[in-house]
């Protein structure tokens, strides 16, 4: 710039001839006015670097302060970082994109065996040799090729003639430009954990089969105790229709409430028993209610008549009758109620009321209300009714006998059954107890009968009953109930002699004890079918079982057989069945 | 398109060329004007209340003209073109912004245009200290959605930083926007948009703002990290401030600068041209120096080589420009007049609104945001 406004000044200078001045003045003044422009153009310039110099200094200084405070923090971090990996319980490797180890913390290289610094960019099976599994590779090789994590992933290896079990997780590792670069893996040597998740699999198969063999045992008890009671309750009965003393009658009294007492906690441990095994399966069937109610009315009619105590059922005009539901399981926790109300009760009467809560086009929900006018319960005892082995003291020395069971299996009976179970009570006044249950209403509509009084005794005088038992204490119950009933009977000791019996004879009904020498009741029950083919008789037949365990009933209808009598049974219980067949 | 461009420095010299360029019997119907605030905008709005013309204009922070009687950037003046473009093909319209967001400002705009035509180009012009450019962009895209085409800037008062104004013929607004639509089945609307600023320094975090409000950078005042970093007094921001944005990070997407157009100096907070995100990771940025003028000359010819028919040209570019640049901004702005020859006029703004091609419009500060209006061939 300053040579163009040299040779400037010099081009005027040489002018002579002012005249010639005068010709250059414009084209001076153009160069004169650029010049100016690009000084003011460097002025800026160096204005603006000036300026600039000023910021970036200071930006410079301020950032290089930054970057030491990060550099600072990252030593920090990484310091962390080492410490953690050094102690943290599990072995930490970080891969490179060939899955050739990068890093691995101080644990992995006691694992292996090698000095952390000597494992770097050695391959797997050159720091494990012999490692076989394919698959941990191909999904290490999945996490750099897709990106994704892989957890839980658990494999057996084997090294150093030690076999360990180790749980894994993968992650892939990425730089500043998200691009995978390696992965890290996270491994726990879970050894201890399979050996115990092992040793529990084995208590918990000790534990089935311990449960297994108590339930055997308690059907196998349960067995030999029904026969045993059979014969007392059996022989009781008997005893009770001879002529007796006044005294002896009321000592024959306590001998049977005794025995009584003895099979109702000899059911109840059975059906816990059951339920806590989770083996109490329902028995839906369809069935008549007021068939059921009338059952309940005429065994308890009877208790409650002992006490000199009322009894009635009362059951709702709209209440569905033709049913699908567990009868058994029904008339098990009528009966429970029932059978409390009556030993809680001293004066007045009991009621049962059935109502239809709910209906909708297929199912029905009753309720069953069993109300009595007894000593009530006290309110800090509600709660915990319904528990195991729950039982109300009445005062400080005194308990109600009971198992404790009743109420426990009654609430698990209706939970497995999708109902409910509650009690409202007023000591002194008296306890309402109350049960709802869902039903599927059957196809079939049939009309209820209003249940009020047992039925007329039937009479089978001139009709025949064969009866195969060998126990002979059985033999004389079973033959007294009978002949009470007006049946002509004929007795056998076992299932062979039955048969002959059978051929050569003509009976209306046959008893068949089940466990009996010789031949047994099933195979005696298919005999009989088989000699039955082609002709159209069919004799009804009766099992006469002390096996109550859930399940027998098919084995007996599978034979052929067309109802079962639990032992020990009374003469109302004998009376029933038969009725159900031959009335 | 028939147009007539003029610049001058006061509302007498407005009046006596419009009244110059209307004598032969051209009949404008639309005018854009960017005047600078020591201009009398009052008076220049009485006088076009007496015409019967559409008025887009706005307060600026110097302006310039170039056309084949003169290649100027003043600063104290103000530049127009007259339009007579085809009745019922464009419209304008001005909204007041007080009581409102600059969502919701943005968010009417959208509206209105897509109510005026089925597919609309929008310019729009909104004063700059009171408007978020971000959310008034986000706002127009509200209901026009995200590929309207859409360019613009915000106004500025000669980096006095007090207040700026958009103006049509009948009213001047120093809080709202203007906004002029086109139908697209009559005119091209296409445009560019370049920064050149690189990032400089260490990330630093967000950690308390609220919209365009930044209370603190890496949990110290706002104003203190800029003051510290960049080693200025209060009196230099918020200028300085618009030459050194910050640049936010966007992961997996382009990164956004935003520019100081405010400053609380009690409350020691900085208010930003548009959004900046509580958490966002930021650093400053600066021009790299008078190399981006070859950068933006580069992308000046390539959008030539894609868009070499045009009626005019309108530039919007940053006033940090001009500051960063001084007299050499003048090339990258004369190598738009080298390639056309079409008369181009433009102001040095506040922020800027538009986009490259195929790229959804964005709120930008530091750019040279240009748009092209040209009438299509067989619509006249």
């Known amino acids: 710039m300053s040579h163009r406004i040299l040779s400037l000044i010099e081009e005027i200078s040489s002018i002579e001839n002012p005249a010639d001045f005068a010709g250059k003045k414009r084209l001076v003044i153009e160069e004169l006015k650029k010049i100016k422009s690009e000084h003011d153009n460097l002025h800026f310039k160096y204005e603006r670097s000036s300026k600039e110099k000023s910021i970036f200094s200071s930006l410079l200084i301020k950032t290089s302060d930054d970057l030491k405070k990060v550099s600072n923090n990252l030593k920090v971090r990484a310091e962390e970082l080492s410490t953690l990996l050094t102690t943290i319980p599990a072995y930490v490797y970080f891969k490179d994109t060939h899955l050739n180890y990068m890093l691995v913390n101080q644990p992995f290289a006691e694992l292996a065996g090698i000095p952390a610094a000597q494992i770097t960019g050695k391959r797997i099976q050159e720091v494990f040799p012999g490692y076989k599994n394919d698959e941990y590779i191909n999904k290490e090789a999945s996490v750099i090729e897709t990106g994704n994590a892989l957890y839980d992933i658990e494999e057996e290896i084997e090294h150093n003639d030690r076999k360990r079990w180790v749980y894994s997780n993968l992650a892939p590792i990425r730089n500043a430009a998200n691009e995978i670069i390696g992965l890290i893996g996270i491994s726990w040597d879970i050894t201890d954990r399979k050996l115990h998740e092992e040793e529990l699999r084995q208590s918990k198969e000790l534990a089935e089969a311990g449960t297994q063999a108590k339930n055997e045992f308690i059907a196998s008890i349960s067995h030999e105790f029904r026969t045993p009671m059979n014969g007392i309750l059996g022989l009781s009965e008997i005893l009770k229709n001879t002529s007796l003393a006044t005294d002896q009658m009321d000592l024959l009294k306590g001998i049977i409430s005794s025995a009584e007492n003895l099979l109702v906690l000899l059911n109840d441990v059975l059906d816990f028993s059951a339920i806590e095994a989770g083996k109490m399966e329902m028995d839906y069937q369809p069935f008549m209610l007021d068939r059921v109610m009338e059952d309940i009315s005429l065994v308890m009619k009877m208790k409650a008549a002992e006490k000199s105590l009322g009894f009635d059922i009362f059951i709702d005009k709209n209440v569905s009758n033709l049913i699908i539901g567990d009868s058994q399981r029904l008339r098990q926790i009528l009966i429970n109620l029932t059978n409390n109300a009556v030993k809680f009760t001293d004066h007045g009467k009991i009621e049962v009321h059935v109502k239809q809560i709910d209906h909708t086009q297929n199912k029905a929900t009753l309720r069953f209300e069993v109300v009595d006018s007894g000593i009530g319960i006290p309110p800090e005892a509600l709660d915990s009714l319904f528990r195991v082995f729950s039982r109300v003291k009445q005062n400080k020395s005194k308990l109600i006998a009971g198992t404790g069971l009743g109420l426990s299996i009654c609430k698990k009976l209706t939970d497995l059954m999708g109902g409910g179970i509650g009690v409202e009570s007023t000591p002194g006044k008296g306890s309402m107890f109350w049960f709802s249950l869902p039903f599927t209403l059957s196809n079939l509509h049939k009309q209820r009968t209003i249940v009020a009084q047992p039925e007329e005794t039937t009479n089978f005088l001139k009709k025949f009953v064969l009866v195969a038992e060998d126990n002979a204490i059985n033999q004389r119950i079973v033959s007294f109930h009978l002949q009470k009933m007006g049946f002509g009977v004929d007795v056998v000791s076992d299932g062979k002699e039955a048969l002959e019996k059978y051929l050569a004879g003509k009976y209306d009904l046959i008893i068949l004890d089940i466990q009996m020498p010789v031949m047994d009741g099933y195979q005696a029950a298919k005999a009989i079918r088989e000699a039955e083919k082609g002709t159209f008789r069919h004799v009804p037949i009766i099992a006469l079982t002390a096996n109550a365990m859930k399940g027998d009933r098919e084995l007996y209808l599978a034979a052929g057989m067309d109802e079962y009598v639990s032992k020990p049974f009374t003469y109302e219980i004998l009376q029933q069945a038969i009725n159900g067949l031959l009335g | ?380």
């Open chain 2, 1 to 380: 398109m028939i147009l007539k461009t003029f610049s001058t420095d006061t509302v007498k010299g407005f009046i006596q060329t419009w009244n110059d360029h209307t004598s032969d019997g051209f009949h404008p119907n639309a005018a854009v004007i960017f005047a600078s605030v020591a201009v009398d905008l009052h008076e220049m709005v009485s006088f076009l209340q007496t015409i019967d013309i559409k008025v887009f204009g706005c307060s600026s922070c110097g302006e310039f003209l170039f056309d084949d009687q003169k290649q100027s950037i003043t600063e104290g003046g103000l530049v127009c073109v007259m339009l007579n473009l085809i009745p019922g093909s464009f419209d304008i319209k001005l909204i007041n912004g007080r009581g409102q967001s600059s969502f919701d400002l943005g968010n009417k705009i959208g509206q209105w245009a897509c109510e005026a035509f089925e597919k609309p180009a929008i310019l729009v012009l909104a004063s700059g200290l009171e408007t978020d450019g971000e959310q008034l962009v986000g706002g127009i895209q509200h209901l026009a959605g995200k590929d309207i085409t859409m360019f613009g800037g915000l106004a500025g008062d000669d980096a006095r930083f007090k207040e700026t104004f958009v103006f049509s013929e009948t009213t001047l607004e120093n809080n709202g926007a203007i906004a002029m639509v086109f139908n697209t089945k009559q005119y091209d609307i296409e445009g560019m948009a370049t920064s050149g600023w690189v990032s400089i320094g260490a990330d630093k975090i967000i950690t308390h703002s609220e919209g365009n409000v930044v209370y603190t950078i890496d949990g110290e005042p706002a104003l203190d990290v800029y003051k510290d970093y960049l080693n200025v007094r209060d009196t230099d921001l918020p200028e300085i401030g618009v030459e050194f944005p910050l640049l936010i990070k966007k992961p997996g997407s382009q990164d956004v600068l935003r520019a100081v157009t405010n400053v609380d100096i009690e409350k020691k907070l900085l208010i930003f041209a548009g959004t900046v995100p509580n958490g966002a990771v930021v650093t400053f940025s600066s021009s790299p120096g008078f190399e981006i003028i070859e950068y933006t000359r580069k992308k000046v010819r390539e959008f030539y080589e894609k868009n070499q028919e045009t009626d005019a040209l309108i530039l919007f570019s940053c006033m940090a420009r001009h500051n960063a640049l001084g007299p050499s901004i003048s090339e990258e702005i004369d190598e738009v007049w080298q390639n056309w020859a079409k008369p181009l006029i433009g102001f040095f703004t506040y922020g800027e609104i538009g986009s490259n091609y195929n790229a959804a419009c964005d709120f930008h500060n530091e750019t040279f945001t240009m748009v092209s209006l040209k009438q299509k061939p067989d619509v006249a």
